[in-house]
T-cell receptor, first 112, second 114 residues
Framework: SAVISQKPSRDICQRGTSLTIQCQVD?????MFWYRQQPGQSLTLIATANQGSEATYESGFVIDKFPISRPNLTFSTLTVSNMSPEDSSIYLC?????????FGSGTRLTVV | KQEVTQIPAALSVPEGENLVLNCSFT??????LQWFRQDPGKGLTSLLL?????REQTSGRLNASLDKSSGRSTLYIAASQPGDSATYLCAVRTSGGSNYKLTFGKGTLLTVNP
Protein backbone atom coordinates (compact mmCIF):
# COMPACT_ATOMS: atom_id res chain seq x y z
CA SER A 1 0.00 0.00 0.00
CA ALA A 2 1.01 3.62 -0.49
CA VAL A 3 2.41 5.94 2.16
CA ILE A 4 1.36 9.60 2.06
CA SER A 5 3.17 12.50 3.67
CA GLN A 6 0.82 15.46 4.22
CA LYS A 7 1.92 18.94 5.33
CA PRO A 8 1.24 20.98 7.34
CA SER A 9 -0.37 18.92 10.07
CA ARG A 10 -2.16 21.96 11.43
CA ASP A 11 -2.33 25.70 11.02
CA ILE A 12 -4.14 28.71 12.38
CA CYS A 13 -4.80 31.32 9.70
CA GLN A 14 -6.29 34.78 9.47
CA ARG A 15 -9.48 35.21 7.48
CA GLY A 16 -8.91 36.40 3.94
CA THR A 17 -5.58 34.61 3.58
CA SER A 18 -4.79 31.36 1.72
CA LEU A 19 -3.19 28.10 2.80
CA THR A 20 -1.58 25.49 0.56
CA ILE A 21 -1.59 21.87 1.70
CA GLN A 22 0.86 19.40 0.20
CA CYS A 23 0.67 15.63 -0.24
CA GLN A 24 3.60 13.49 -1.32
CA VAL A 25 3.05 9.80 -2.15
CA ASP A 26 5.83 7.22 -2.07
CA UNK A 27 4.66 5.65 -5.34
CA UNK A 28 3.18 6.81 -8.62
CA UNK A 29 -0.61 7.02 -8.62
CA UNK A 30 -2.99 8.07 -11.34
CA UNK A 31 -5.54 9.84 -9.19
CA MET A 32 -5.35 11.71 -5.94
CA PHE A 33 -8.39 12.76 -3.95
CA TRP A 34 -8.94 15.70 -1.63
CA TYR A 35 -11.49 15.53 1.20
CA ARG A 36 -12.83 17.93 3.78
CA GLN A 37 -14.05 16.92 7.21
CA GLN A 38 -15.97 19.66 8.98
CA PRO A 39 -16.22 19.54 12.78
CA GLY A 40 -18.37 16.62 13.89
CA GLN A 41 -19.03 15.52 10.32
CA SER A 42 -17.81 12.77 8.05
CA LEU A 43 -15.60 13.18 5.00
CA THR A 44 -16.79 14.97 1.88
CA LEU A 45 -14.94 14.71 -1.41
CA ILE A 46 -13.75 18.09 -2.71
CA ALA A 47 -12.12 17.04 -5.97
CA THR A 48 -10.23 14.37 -7.87
CA ALA A 49 -6.81 15.33 -9.23
CA ASN A 50 -5.33 13.62 -12.28
CA GLN A 51 -1.81 14.34 -13.43
CA GLY A 52 -1.73 16.52 -16.52
CA SER A 53 -5.36 17.57 -16.50
CA GLU A 54 -7.72 19.85 -14.63
CA ALA A 55 -9.08 18.56 -11.36
CA THR A 56 -12.68 17.40 -11.26
CA TYR A 57 -14.67 19.17 -8.55
CA GLU A 58 -17.70 17.85 -6.70
CA SER A 59 -20.90 19.77 -6.42
CA GLY A 60 -20.53 22.70 -4.05
CA PHE A 61 -16.77 23.09 -4.56
CA VAL A 62 -15.18 25.43 -7.11
CA ILE A 63 -11.70 25.87 -8.51
CA ASP A 64 -11.42 29.52 -7.47
CA LYS A 65 -11.88 28.58 -3.82
CA PHE A 66 -9.94 25.30 -3.86
CA PRO A 67 -7.33 25.36 -6.63
CA ILE A 68 -5.45 22.08 -7.02
CA SER A 69 -2.14 21.31 -8.65
CA ARG A 70 -0.93 17.89 -9.78
CA PRO A 71 2.50 18.42 -11.37
CA ASN A 72 3.51 14.73 -11.35
CA LEU A 73 2.30 11.27 -10.35
CA THR A 74 3.51 11.49 -6.74
CA PHE A 75 2.57 15.00 -5.63
CA SER A 76 -0.45 17.27 -5.29
CA THR A 77 -1.39 20.49 -3.53
CA LEU A 78 -4.72 21.91 -2.43
CA THR A 79 -5.05 25.61 -1.71
CA VAL A 80 -7.84 26.97 0.46
CA SER A 81 -8.29 30.53 -0.77
CA ASN A 82 -9.71 33.67 0.82
CA MET A 83 -10.44 31.76 3.98
CA SER A 84 -13.32 32.36 6.35
CA PRO A 85 -14.08 30.70 9.72
CA GLU A 86 -16.42 28.33 7.86
CA ASP A 87 -13.36 26.79 6.20
CA SER A 88 -12.13 25.51 9.57
CA SER A 89 -11.94 21.76 8.96
CA ILE A 90 -9.59 18.83 8.58
CA TYR A 91 -8.41 18.46 4.99
CA LEU A 92 -7.16 15.07 3.83
CA CYS A 93 -5.65 13.71 0.66
CA UNK A 94 -6.10 10.13 -0.45
CA UNK A 95 -4.99 7.66 -3.10
CA UNK A 96 -6.46 4.38 -4.25
CA UNK A 97 -4.41 1.23 -4.67
CA UNK A 98 -4.81 -2.52 -4.75
CA UNK A 99 -5.63 -2.69 -1.04
CA UNK A 100 -8.20 0.09 -0.98
CA UNK A 101 -7.66 3.72 -0.08
CA UNK A 102 -4.85 5.29 1.93
CA PHE A 103 -5.21 8.68 3.54
CA GLY A 104 -2.74 11.31 4.58
CA SER A 105 -2.52 12.27 8.24
CA GLY A 106 -4.68 15.33 7.66
CA THR A 107 -4.30 19.09 7.98
CA ARG A 108 -6.26 20.64 10.80
CA LEU A 109 -7.10 24.18 9.72
CA THR A 110 -8.48 26.83 12.05
CA VAL A 111 -9.46 30.19 10.56
CA VAL A 112 -9.75 33.10 12.98
CA LYS B 1 -27.16 8.41 -4.84
CA GLN B 2 -25.33 6.19 -2.37
CA GLU B 3 -26.02 6.84 1.31
CA VAL B 4 -24.14 5.22 4.17
CA THR B 5 -25.48 5.02 7.71
CA GLN B 6 -23.61 3.90 10.79
CA ILE B 7 -25.24 2.75 13.99
CA PRO B 8 -24.72 3.47 16.82
CA ALA B 9 -23.35 7.00 16.62
CA ALA B 10 -21.53 6.45 19.91
CA LEU B 11 -20.74 3.46 22.05
CA SER B 12 -19.11 3.15 25.46
CA VAL B 13 -18.05 -0.26 26.74
CA PRO B 14 -15.87 -1.70 29.51
CA GLU B 15 -12.51 -3.13 28.62
CA GLY B 16 -12.61 -6.76 27.48
CA GLU B 17 -16.07 -6.62 25.96
CA ASN B 18 -16.79 -7.86 22.45
CA LEU B 19 -18.68 -5.37 20.32
CA VAL B 20 -20.29 -4.89 16.92
CA LEU B 21 -20.44 -1.74 14.82
CA ASN B 22 -22.99 -1.55 12.03
CA CYS B 23 -22.91 0.03 8.58
CA SER B 24 -25.69 0.08 6.01
CA PHE B 25 -25.74 1.39 2.45
CA THR B 26 -28.58 2.10 0.04
CA UNK B 27 -27.07 1.06 -3.31
CA UNK B 28 -25.96 -2.58 -3.34
CA UNK B 29 -23.94 -2.12 -6.55
CA UNK B 30 -20.71 -1.60 -4.65
CA UNK B 31 -17.12 -2.29 -5.71
CA UNK B 32 -15.79 -2.62 -2.18
CA LEU B 33 -16.29 -1.51 1.41
CA GLN B 34 -13.56 -0.31 3.71
CA TRP B 35 -13.47 0.23 7.46
CA PHE B 36 -11.26 2.97 8.86
CA ARG B 37 -10.25 4.18 12.26
CA GLN B 38 -9.79 7.88 13.02
CA ASP B 39 -8.19 9.23 16.17
CA PRO B 40 -9.20 12.77 17.25
CA GLY B 41 -7.92 15.42 14.86
CA LYS B 42 -6.00 12.88 12.81
CA GLY B 43 -6.17 11.18 9.44
CA LEU B 44 -7.69 7.81 8.66
CA THR B 45 -6.09 4.42 9.25
CA SER B 46 -7.37 1.57 7.10
CA LEU B 47 -8.53 -1.45 9.09
CA LEU B 48 -10.14 -3.85 6.63
CA LEU B 49 -11.12 -3.87 2.96
CA UNK B 50 -13.86 -6.19 1.71
CA UNK B 51 -14.29 -6.66 -2.02
CA UNK B 52 -17.84 -7.04 -3.32
CA UNK B 53 -17.25 -10.75 -3.98
CA UNK B 54 -16.14 -11.42 -0.41
CA ARG B 55 -18.22 -12.15 2.68
CA GLU B 56 -15.73 -11.27 5.38
CA GLN B 57 -12.20 -10.23 6.25
CA THR B 58 -10.25 -10.69 9.45
CA SER B 59 -7.26 -8.93 10.95
CA GLY B 60 -6.25 -9.79 14.48
CA ARG B 61 -9.12 -8.96 16.82
CA LEU B 62 -11.14 -7.39 14.00
CA ASN B 63 -13.61 -9.13 11.73
CA ALA B 64 -15.66 -7.37 9.09
CA SER B 65 -18.56 -8.97 7.26
CA LEU B 66 -20.41 -7.90 4.14
CA ASP B 67 -23.93 -8.77 3.02
CA LYS B 68 -24.24 -6.94 -0.25
CA SER B 69 -27.79 -8.01 -1.00
CA SER B 70 -29.10 -6.50 2.23
CA GLY B 71 -26.77 -3.50 2.08
CA ARG B 72 -25.06 -4.20 5.40
CA SER B 73 -21.63 -4.60 6.91
CA THR B 74 -20.55 -5.19 10.47
CA LEU B 75 -17.24 -4.67 12.21
CA TYR B 76 -16.70 -7.03 15.12
CA ILE B 77 -14.07 -6.12 17.69
CA ALA B 78 -13.09 -8.87 20.11
CA ALA B 79 -11.75 -8.30 23.62
CA SER B 80 -11.82 -4.52 23.34
CA GLN B 81 -8.98 -2.45 24.79
CA PRO B 82 -8.73 1.24 25.79
CA GLY B 83 -6.43 1.73 22.79
CA ASP B 84 -9.37 0.84 20.55
CA SER B 85 -11.05 4.10 21.52
CA ALA B 86 -11.51 6.10 18.31
CA THR B 87 -14.07 6.92 15.65
CA TYR B 88 -14.74 4.06 13.25
CA LEU B 89 -15.77 4.99 9.72
CA CYS B 90 -17.34 2.83 7.05
CA ALA B 91 -16.80 3.82 3.41
CA VAL B 92 -18.32 2.37 0.26
CA ARG B 93 -16.93 2.59 -3.24
CA THR B 94 -19.78 2.33 -5.65
CA SER B 95 -19.08 0.42 -8.83
CA GLY B 96 -19.68 1.55 -12.35
CA GLY B 97 -17.82 3.63 -14.89
CA SER B 98 -15.55 6.37 -13.62
CA ASN B 99 -17.23 6.65 -10.26
CA TYR B 100 -14.20 6.33 -8.01
CA LYS B 101 -15.77 8.26 -5.19
CA LEU B 102 -15.98 6.86 -1.70
CA THR B 103 -19.11 7.55 0.30
CA PHE B 104 -18.57 7.71 4.04
CA GLY B 105 -20.85 7.15 6.97
CA LYS B 106 -20.76 9.60 9.86
CA GLY B 107 -18.90 7.14 12.04
CA THR B 108 -19.26 5.44 15.40
CA LEU B 109 -17.39 7.01 18.30
CA LEU B 110 -16.12 4.15 20.45
CA THR B 111 -14.92 4.59 24.01
CA VAL B 112 -13.42 1.62 25.82
CA ASN B 113 -13.18 2.22 29.55
CA PRO B 114 -10.38 0.66 31.59
Amino acid sequence: SAVISQKPSRDICQRGTSLTIQCQVDSQVTMMFWYRQQPGQSLTLIATANQGSEATYESGFVIDKFPISRPNLTFSTLTVSNMSPEDSSIYLCSVEHLYGYTFGSGTRLTVV
Amino acid sequence: KQEVTQIPAALSVPEGENLVLNCSFTDSAIYNLQWFRQDPGKGLTSLLLIQSSQREQTSGRLNASLDKSSGRSTLYIAASQPGDSATYLCAVRTSGGSNYKLTFGKGTLLTVNP
